[in-house]
């Protein structure tokens, strides 16, 4: 027996449940804590528009990349490789490097995961408000214990280990369809808010006028890896979500929507976290943590505040769960297809490695806080090599694929839904996944390993 099934492989209903679905593994964590922690580190307004240029000339072409590649071949990434590229070659490595980088990044995801459900847990419970409330305190005092970062994170970890086992996926889709648009709302809520407080306007400024002296081969090689962490792209992911997209969507224009959304609520989480950031007089470069040093204080200045907070941090979480499904599923996906697993034994498999690491990653604050390689802790650590190393390896290797081995013909099929579609873009999307992705992706590489410097 084949162990694919492509002829009963199922397709996504809709345009719309393509690009809701790849939304959901998109938007998560990386646009709302991640991206304006980064900012907040890189020069606010240099890191957005060094970022935005990533997402346009590396984002959208290894998305569309990916999707040609799962979508031409049926599979998932590793087999995808397998069938497609020419005899001896081994570009199924790129699937077996996605894995990994899958294990790498569930670890530090789901302890950030974790930190969101303790948040909503002290809303509900009507703790998160502090009477001389210094909230990166709290923060701190929190991230570094032993005990509650642990517990949260192995909840989360089973969460999306159960909602894969159970085969809820699709039900958790459906309400994400609702819930995603709901945080969306509150997150412009909170954006309001943030912005009219007193002293609002140098937030802003922060965050959208460049100061260009800030612009360096660093924010760059950081940008690319925030953009490739956001839009879930070089790890096989999108290859998969590809396999699943019907014949008469266009995958160019699918990948350019949900990039749009991405970055749209990743400016808006920037807007929610500035302005307020600068009224209180906190700092822009405080890490992993500014987010939830800054929400609470915003929130505790809302009226109904712990209800809006308990919301947003659950739905914040579901956005967080919609994304650790599709980074499990990787790995499930890949011992099920490739090596005939049981569903329940691969998930039970991947879960419990993963978690191996994830407690190092969920303890780097606290116990292991002294364990670090050059600065950075474990946690630090595995989110740099997987977001700034692994992962753009992994789309330069999808781009060369698709620019370079790939038979034409497939990809003029997949790209114009077999001449259904105008080709006038295909020119420029070829010279884009040929020449400028592969030499841009390769040159912030080639920095992040010590050149250049
Ligand atoms: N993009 C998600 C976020 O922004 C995280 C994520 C899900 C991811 N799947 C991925 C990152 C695959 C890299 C690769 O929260």
Not at 125 to 139: I, Q, W
Not at 227 to 247: D, N
Not at 251 to 267: C, E, F, G, K
Not at 396 to 405: D, H, K, N, Q, S
Request: net charge positive; hydrophobic share 55%.
């Amino acid at each position: 027996m084949s162990a694919h099934k492509d002829q009963n492989r199922g397709s996504f209903s809709s345009k719309f449940a393509v690009i809701a679905a790849t939304a959901g593994s998109a938007v998560g964590l990386g646009n709302i804590w991640r991206f304006p922690y980064l900012a907040g580190e890189n020069g606010g307004g240099a890191f957005l528009l060094v970022y935005l240029l990533c997402v346009v000339i590396m984002g959208i072409p290894v998305m569309t990349s990916e999707f040609v590649i799962g979508r031409a071949a049926q599979r998932n990434a590793y087999g995808a490789f397998k069938k497609l590229q020419p005899k001896n070659h081994r570009w199924h490595y790129v699937g077996v490097l996605g894995i990994a980088a899958a294990f790498m990044i569930l670890a530090f995801y789901t302890t950030v995961a974790g930190w969101t459900l303790e948040y909503f847990f002290q809303s509900v419970t009507g703790n998160l408000f502090k009477p001389d409330g210094d909230y990166a305190t709290v923060f701190n005092e929190f991230s570094s214990g032993s005990v509650r970062p642990v517990i949260w994170f192995l909840v989360f970890m089973g969460l999306t280990g159960f909602v894969i086992v159970s085969g809820v996926e699709n039900g958790i889709e459906k309400y994400s369809k609702i819930l995603m648009p709901l945080l969306f709302v509150l997150l412009i809520v909170l954006a309001i808010r943030s912005v009219t407080f007193d002293g609002a306007g140098e937030g802003l400024k922060f965050l959208f006028k460049p100061d260009m002296s800030k612009i360096s081969g660093y924010v760059f090689l950081k940008a690319l890896g925030q953009a490739f962490f956001s839009l879930s792209i070089g790890m096989g992911t999108l290859i998969t979500y590809g396999s699943y997209i019907k014949k008469e969507d266009n995958l160019a224009t699918s990948a350019a929507w949900i990039t749009l959304v991405d970055t749209m609520i990743a400016i808006i989480a920037g807007i929610a976290i500035f302005p307020a950031l600068f009224a209180f007089g906190g700092s822009p470069s405080s890490g992993p943590g500014l987010v939830f040093a800054v929400l609470p204080e915003i929130f505790e200045q809302m009226p109904l505040g712990s209800v809006f907070a308990a919301l947003f941090f659950i739905l914040l979480s579901i956005a967080a769960l919609t994304s650790t499904i599709s980074i499990l599923e990787v790995v499930v996906a890949y011992l099920v297809e490739e090596l005939k697993m049981s569903r329940v034994r691969a998930t039970l498999l991947a879960m419990i490695s993963a978690s191996m690491l994830g407690l190092l990653a969920a303890l780097s604050f606290g116990p292991l806080s002294g364990f670090t390689v050059g600065g950075q802790n474990i946690f630090g650590m595995l989110d740099y090599v997987t977001s700034n190393i692994m992962l753009p390896i992994g789309g330069l290797c999808v781009v060369i694929f698709v620019g370079w081995v790939l038979k034409p013909s497939v990809r003029i099929r997949e790209l114009t839904n077999n001449g259904k579609l105008g080709s006038r873009f295909y020119p420029v999307y070829i010279y884009i996944v040929r020449f400028v992705a592969p030499v841009a992706i390769a040159l912030v590489l080639l920095y992040s390993l010590g050149f250049f410097i």
